[in-house]
């Protein structure tokens, strides 16, 4: 009879993993790639949801609003660090009250609504602003200006897609990583290249926007260009919840911000009791509690030593004087974490630069292909995108298998290798960027153009070189970052490291926004500006070549912080640990 039961709860999974009712769910029925191609569809259309607004949305500030250079690109990167800040509130709602599924349901819901409000904001003639026509130099010297309502309408359905996004991004990709059981060795294997597709169903949705969409928003009009987005979200929500049946869920537990704050406030009232010498002297839970859970327990470390203060028992019990050793480990893993964090803000300042600068160029330079077609200065962001699915399908089908050879590593190299090589790549990128603009400053000069809005006879394609380094980059730094955020995040803190992954951007593009707006003040106050509405007496080749010093300084500090950085050891579940203890317990016995 034991034995029927032990059979019929052996397809279970083992990492408590529950489905929406809080039931524990079969793994040959749901989770793996059966509930991931639903999470990775809705990515792909989310995706060109999302980048169908932001690519060429400093153009749209520029023609339509009329805001300068530098006011449209930091508006722009205003709100995309906005969109990556608030998955911090996302995420500590799903941890804490609703679960990542239905957080991200009604996110998804406000997301919509904001879509739409954004659509009907630049198609019903009292919310647009009033045309002043096709040509370049009627909107360059255009004196129509929209409303402060219609302004403030645009603004505040940007900010509501913020507000969507916040509850969408740091719970779809966890979830998707949530479907694979590490706790099985076939399961665990695949998630490894879970990632790799995930950033490659985020390039293909961003793809279809910095072509199609960008080319539909400038030649046949912004409502058609807004309105098929719109439409994509709503079918990317629909395909997510068409596969609700097959997904794996985490129980809603204590939010891992609070759980940090605990053994930080824990440590601080007992700065003065002495840690024992003994970690087994410190305060834990037994295994059984652990395993009835489905949690896992985390061995002592020696590093950050001071935090062992708050599993030292005093006689005070509260979760805010006394806490778990496993508690102080994870707190533990989330700050050592944060160097890491730090070196990757100047590298998404970067990315910043594809949005903004970058496109503000190509407005500058001859766009023509043949007598009738003129490239949309925003499609070039495709060949960030073109590259980046090549490098990656390269990565993960030949780069990967041939180093793990060598490397015994099942990733090829470590995931920091893989980001450093990344941030490498930047510097080159900011130099390259650098002599492109030389360059198209040295022919506007010899040809006479100074003017604003006058195009300098030069083909758009020299600019080909820094967007397609860029997405040679993105495959080895982005698909590292998340990879590592996501991994080196104890059980129970995904989210958080999910969040991480959602600040670095944000921060990085606010970031962009301060060095922007201040080298612009900085530089006009003591001569010549470098950063001017009219780009052709601008030198943004002196910014690009302060960028590319920035970069470099930034890759040594990473060196140094990734050199310092230890990797989490390979964890086991309490359930497996204890039978672990049981089968040796056992065997003694046999022998005594």
Known sequence: MSTMEERGTEDYTEDGTVDLKGRPVLRSSTGKWKACYFIVGYEVFERMAYYGIASN???????????????????????????????????????????????????????????????????????????????KQEQDNCHK???????????????????????????????????????????????????????????????????FLVYIQDNVGWTVGYALPTLGLAVSIVVFVLGSRYYRHKPVSVSPLV?????????????????????????????????????????????LRILDKAAVKTGADSPWTLCTVTQVEQTKQMVKMIPILASTFIPSTMIAQTHTLFIKQGTTLERGIGPHFQIPPACLTAFVTIFMLLTLVLHDRFFVPFLRKYTNNPRGITLLQRMGIGFALHVIIMT????????????????????KGETVP??????????????????????????FFYDQAPEG????????????????????????????????????????????????????????????????????????????????????????????????????
């Open 493 to 592: 803190m995904k989210s958080l490291g999910t969040a991480y992954y959602t600040t670095s951007f944000g921060v990085g593009y606010f970031l962009s926004s301060f060095l922007l707006s201040t080298v612009a003040e900085v530089t006009k106050r003591n001569g010549r500006g470098w950063i001017l509405d009219n780009l052709n007496k601008s030198r943004l080749d002196y910014y690009y070549a302060f960028y590319a010093v920035l970069s470099f300084v930034n890759f040594l500090f990473f060196i140094f912080v990734a050199k310092m950085f230890d990797y989490n050891t390979e964890k086991k579940g309490a359930e497996t640990e204890l039978q672990l203890k049981e089968e040796v317990s056992d065997k003694s016995s046999m022998h005594n």
């Open 57 to 135: 949305l400093v153009i749209y500030l520029t023609d339509k609003l009329h805001e300068g250079t530098v006011t449209s690109s930091n508006n722009v990167t205003n709100w995309i660090g906005t969109v990556w800040m608030t998955p911090l509130l996302g995420a500590y709602i799903a941890d804490t009250y609703l679960g990542r599924y239905r957080t991200f349901i009604i996110a998804s819901a406000v997301y919509l609504t904001g879509m739409v409000l954004l659509t009907l904001a630049v198609s019903l003639p009292n919310l647009r602003p009033p045309s002043c026509g096709q040509l």
């Open 145 to 211: 200006r929209a409303s402060t309502f219609q302004i403030s309408i645009f603004y505040t359905a940007l900010y509501i897609i913020a507000i969507g996004t916040g509850g969408t991004k740091p719970n779809i990709s966890t979830m998707g990583a949530d479907q694979f059981d590490d706790f099985d060795p076939k399961e665990k294997f695949r998630k490894l290249s879970f990632f790799n597709w995930w950033m490659f169903s985020i390039f293909l949705g961003t793809l279809f926007s910095n072509t």
């Open 259 to 303: 759980r940090m704050a605990r053994v930080v406030v824990a440590a601080v009232r007992k700065w003065r009791v002495v840690v024992p010498v003994d970690p087994k002297e410190l305060h834990e839970s037994s295994l059984e509690e652990y395993s009835r859970c489905g949690g896992f327990r985390v061995d002592h470390s020696p590093s």
């Open 432 to 451: 390259s960027a650098c002599f492109a603009e030389r360059r198209r400053l040295c022919v506007a000069r010899e040809n006479g153009v100074f003017k």
């Open 458 to 483: 030069l083909s758009i394609f020299i600019l080909l070189p820094q967007f397609a380094l860029m997405g040679v980059a993105d495959n080895f730094a982005e698909v590292a970052k998340i990879e």
